[in-house]
C-alpha cells in the first residue's frame, strides 16, 4: 500500500481571522462559510489517529522579508505591503483548532510551492511517501502548485476539496474540475477519512 | 534594466503535427488556428536580433520511461502510453519553423515544470536573468507551472500569450485573466518585441 | 564590489561544551585550544557593524530524527545515537557567546551540506550574495561540503580557518592546503574582517 | 535488498588521453598506471549482465561556457580557460572503451557535484537508488562531493577505489582513508563486482 501523508498550507490567522492581516482578501469569510476549518479538523484527528506524518506547513517572512527580497511584485509583495505572515507574529500563527502537537512535523514554508527551496522533498522521500493529502490555502495558488509539483516529483496529491478555499467560486471550481483531477485524486474530506 | 531571457517549451513534433503521437490531444490544430508557431518565430527572430538568451526546452523521455516511473498516473502516464516525446525520434523534435541555431541553450526537460530536477535555475542565475519570456504548451500546464515556479524564484515571468495555447478556449482563456496577471506580465507577441 | 555574507555551522552545545552530546569526538577540546569561538566572535561582531547578512546554521532533527531516516548509516547515524542536535534541547541550542540576535536568520540545517534540501541558495540568491564567508563545525565535514556547493553555486567561499576545527590536525591541515585555496579564499579572521 | 545503480563520472578524452585539453593535470597518466579504465570496464560490464541502471556523467559546457559564467574563479574556471569539456567536441566525449551503449543513460554533468542542478536525484528516486557505486574523475573533487551529497540525500555510496584518480597520491589516499569511510563503503573493482 502507498505510503500517505497529510499537508496543511497556511491554516493562519492571517488568513482565517476577520482581523487579519489578509482579512480583505475574503478568504476567511469563504473557508468560515464552507466550513473548511472543521473538515480540516476531522482529517487532521483521522490521521493522527492512524499514525500518518502530519506536516503543518505555515507560510512566513523573517523581518524585512528577505526570503522574498528578489520578487517585488505579486502575491509575495502583496504580503509584504501588509505586513503580513511575519514570522512570530499573532497572524503568522496556525490557527487554534488546527494547532500542531508535539511531534508533529512543522515546515515553514517560505514560497508559494511549499517544495521550492524547502525540506519538503527530502522529508517525504525519507518517510517513504507516495500519497499526499493536500489541503489548506489558496485552492488555485499555494495548494495547486504544491499538488503539481508533488505530481513532477513522483508522488501522488489528494487534493482534501472541501478543506480548502479560493478568493472565487469560479477558481474553487476551476481548480478542483479542470486540474486536480489530472493530476491525482480528488475527494472530500470524508472520502479522504475513509480510504486512510 | 531587468535581463530578460526566452524560453520556448516542448515546440515539438509529437504536440504540433497532425501525425505526432500526442495528436489526439489536438493540440496541433488549435495552434495552427491561432498562428502560435508563426507568432512565437517572431518573437525568436527578435530575441535573436537583440541577443538575448534563448533557452529551448523540449520534453523529452529515455528509452523505457525511468525519468517517470514513479508517476504511473497522469499526464505522464498518457505521454508514456502514447510513446511520445521519446529522445531521438522525430516525434520529440523541434518543429523546423523554431529549429534551435548553434549556440542557443538546449535544455531538456523532464517534468512539467522546466525548473523541476533540472539546471534551469542555476543557469538563469549565472546569466543574471531577472525576466523571463515564457512561450509554448500547454498554456495551463507546463507553461503555467513554469511561470509559477518562475516566479518562486524571484524570476519576473512575461506570458506571451498568442505564443502558447491549451486544450481548450476556457483554460487558455482562465490561464490568462485568472492566473499570469497576478505572477508577471500578460503580453502578446507583438508587445514582448517592443519591449525588447 | 562582491556583496558578502556570513555563515555559521553548528556552534551548538552538543559540539562546544564538554557536556554535549558528541563531546566523546572531542570537537570541543580542539576548539577550545584553538580559541574558534573567541575568533569567530569577532567576525560575528565585524559583519555585525558592516550590517552583513549574517546566516546562523545550527543542525536540528525533530523527534525520531526523521530528517535522517533514509541515512541509518554514516554520521547521522552516529548523532541520532548519540541523541545530539536534537530540536528544542539544551545540546542543539547555539553557544551563548554567539547567540542570533533579533533579526539576524537562523536557518535549521538538516543536512551535511547546509545548502542541501534548504532554502539557503533562495535566500542568498534574493540578497544577491557573492561571496560567503564560511566558520564552524566539522572543518572537514559540514564546512567544507558546504565550501563546495558554494563554488558550485557560483558563490565564492571565504573560509576563515580559525574560526572552524577538524577532528584532528591532520584533517584540518589538509582542507585548508589542498581543498580549500582549490574553491575560493582561505583568510585568518584577522584577514576577513579587515577585507570587510 | 537495496536497489543499486551505478554512475561513471567523467571518463572523457579531455581527462583520460595524452592529448586531452586537461592533459597538463596529468590524470592520464596516473589512471593509466592503476588500470583505472580497465578496472571500471569490468565493473561496467557486471552491472550490464546483472541488468543495474548505468549513468554515465560526463561534464559539458555549451559555448562560451554560460553554465560557469558566475564562477569565473578554481575549478571551471580553469576548464574554461583550456577550453575543455566543451560540448560536442572530442575532448568531451566518453573514452572508446566506455562509450554508452544505448538505453543506458547518460546525464550531462555542469557542476562538480552530479547532483547539483541536475535530474540525478529525482531519477534515482525513481528508480528506488538506494546505493550508488560510483567511479571516475577526480577522486577528490566531483567523485567526492557526488558521495557526500548522495549521502546527504539517503542513498550510500559505495566508492569503487581503484576506478578512479586524484592528482595526487596523497589526496588519492586521503579521500580513500579519511572520507569515503564516513560516508559509505570503500571497494576495490573486484569487491564491487562479487557483491552485485
Known amino acids: 500500500m502507498a505510503k500517505t501523508a497529510l499537508i ?3 491554516f493562519q490567522n492571517d488568513f482565517l481571522s476577520e482581523k487579519g492581516a489578509m482579512a480583505g482578501a475574503g478568504i476567511w469569510k469563504r473557508a ?3 466550513n473548511v476549518v472543521a473538515n480540516t479538523k476531522k482529517v487532521l484527528e483521522a490521521a493522527r489517529n492512524k499514525k500518518i506524518p502530519i506536516i503543518h506547513s ?8 528577505p526570503e522574498v527580497a528578489s520578487t517585488p511584485f505579486g502575491l509575495f509583495k502583496g504580503a509584504a ?13 496556525i490557527v487554534d483548532e488546527l494547532k500542531p502537537k508535539e511531534g508533529e512535523m512543522v515546515l515553514d514554508k517560505r514560497r508559494l510551492c511549499a517544495f521550492c527551496d524547502s525540506e519538503l522533498a527530502g522529508l ?24 503539481r509539483s508533488a505530481y513532477d516529483r513522483g508522488i501522488k496529491p489528494i487534493f482534501a476539496v472541501d478543506c480548502m ?9 476551476f481548480a478542483i474540475e479542470k486540474i486536480f483531477p489530472v ?12 480510504a486512510l
Open 8 to 10: 496543511m498550507i497556511e
Open 32 to 34: 468560515k462559510d464552507s
Open 58 to 65: 505555515p507560510i512566513s517572512f523573517r523581518e524585512g522579508y
Open 81 to 93: 505591503d501588509a505586513n503580513a505572515f511575519k514570522k512570530g507574529t499573532w497572524g503568522a500563527e
Open 124 to 147: 517525504l522521500k525519507n518517510l517513504d511517501v507516495k500519497e499526499l493529502i493536500i489541503t489548506g490555502f489558496i485552492t488555485n495558488w499555494c495548494v495547486e502548485v504544491t499538488g
Open 165 to 173: 478555499e479560493a478568493l472565487s467560486e469560479e477558481e474553487q471550481k
Open 183 to 194: 493530476l491525482g485524486d480528488v475527494k472530500t474530506s470524508d472520502e479522504v477519512i475513509k
